[in-house]
């Protein structure tokens, strides 16, 4: 570790002290307050007595620090020297009784119980029957120990078991997906210009022949039908036939008005001004 170092001569005669170097020699900064060095702790300096507390071991309650007094000096749980662990307990008590009397409270009722139990073991046993053993005084002790001891192990394993939130997170991604696709709705206008279309190649192709001819809307229907099985879309245009003259393109698309007023087919399309598509609304066995 490098010290600062300072000047060790004064300035000479004559010369200015400069503002930031103070007329020390030989002495080190132990402490700098506004940029300024200090070569001396100050004289009017307070420190509160709880300014800084530091706890080595915590506790979660006497049991705990019962157990900790004895596991750390090997001592066999079933046959505990009260005299040692009694006053090592009621030093810690003290400590903690100088700094917070409310959490002393349940540490100093333990610390009665084990006087208790070492003055029960320096009277004389009480007389029971031949063949039986004299009881323990340390037997509650013990066995409450036994049980906190067993729950604290379980409860440092399930706490070493990854947990939700704490050692991992569950991503969570929203994925809007649908069974069926749905497409737009064709309006009535897009269905006229379709159709005012269809009408206008089939002025270019008809025929001057002037004949009487009875045409059937459910025959059409029928057919309309035949031609969209086994097919995913038919295009709206190609359900048409401008050879067959102006009657048949309106026959046919009165069938195909009818067929989507009974639900039978849809019309449908992907997106405005895009073509227009005819499927069959349901699927034949």
């Not at 001396?40 to 420190?47: E, F, G």
């Not at 002025?203 to 229907?221: A, T, Y």
């Amino acid at each position: 570790m490098t010290l600062p170092s300072y000047p060790t001569e004064l300035p000479a005669a004559g010369q200015d002290t400069p503002a930031s170097m103070p007329v020390v020699v030989d002495h080190v900064a132990v402490a700098r307050l506004y940029g300024e060095p200090l070569f001396s702790m100050p004289t009017d300096l307070y420190i509160p007595p709880d300014a800084l507390e530091v706890f080595l071991e915590a506790f979660e309650g006497p049991l705990d620090l019962l157990l900790y007094l004895i596991r750390k000096q090997n001592f066999n749980i079933l046959d505990i020297p009260m005299a040692g662990v009694t006053r090592q307990y009621l030093a810690y008590v003290d400590e903690i009784r100088q700094r917070n009397l409310e959490l002393a409270a349940e540490y100093l009722l333990m610390a009665a119980m084990l006087i208790e139990i070492k003055s029960r073991m320096l009277l004389p046993p009480k007389k029971v029957a031949e063949g039986e053993e004299a009881e323990d005084p340390r037997a509650e002790l013990v066995r409450r120990l036994l049980e906190y001891e067993q729950m604290k192990l379980a409860s440092m394993q399930l706490n070493a078991v990854p947990q939700y939130g704490r050692d991992f997170l569950q991503a969570e991604v929203y994925i809007e997906q649908s069974l069926q696709p749905r497409f737009p709705d064709v309006s009535m206008d897009e269905l006229q210009t379709a159709w005012r279309d269809i009408l206008k190649r089939a002025n270019l192709v008809q025929h001057h022949k002037i004949s009487r001819e009875e045409l059937s809307v459910r025959e059409h229907m029928s057919i309309v039908l035949k031609h969209l099985q086994g097919r995913k879309f038919v295009e709206f245009e190609h359900l048409f036939d401008p050879t067959l003259g102006v009657p048949v393109l309106v026959v046919t698309f009165i069938a195909l008005l009818e067929l989507a007023k009974e639900t039978l087919i849809e019309i449908t399309q992907a997106e405005a001004f895009a073509p227009i598509y005819v499927r069959l609304a349901y699927t034949p066995n």
